[in-house]
């Protein structure tokens, strides 16, 4: 059974920065692609970023391309998200998912097939 357990969240002021990791465990990480969405109070789910399964690939929501960054360490089975110039439009919920085997990294929650449980992120005005 696949755990995925994210940490790094909290409360920061606008414009500051947070790091995002999401620990993998019960199978091989590295064979899979990762995403990161998030949901706000009252929201859907949205996507955030995502990584192919080794890395060269990644994709980004317009509302965070140039501000955050996906990254994975397949010797420590993590992926991060760092978050740069953070707005209070990015508060929300954030969870990782892991995709198929060889994934390319989708935009689309149905092609995840394990979530974590998601970590707060709050930005203050």
């Known amino acids: 059974q696949v755990q995925l357990v994210e940490s790094g969240g909290g409360l920061v002021q606008a414009g500051g920065s947070l790091r995002l990791s999401c620990a993998a465990s019960?199978?091989?990480?590295?064979?899979?692609?990762m995403g990161w969405f998030r949901q706000a109070p009252g929201e859907n789910r949205e996507f955030v970023a995502a990584i192919n399964w080794n890395g060269g690939r990644t994709d980004y929501a317009d509302s965070v391309k140039g501000r955050f960054t996906i990254s994975r360490d397949d010797a420590k089975n993590t992926v991060y998200l760092q978050m740069n110039t953070l707005k209070p439009e990015d508060t929300a919920v954030y969870s990782c998912?892991?995709?198929?085997?060889w994934g390319l990294g989708s935009r689309r929650e149905h092609e995840y097939f394990y979530w974590g449980q998601g970590t707060q992120v709050t930005v203050s005005s």
């Open positions: 998912a892991q995709g198929g085997p």
């Open positions: 019960g199978r091989t990480f590295s064979s899979y692609a």
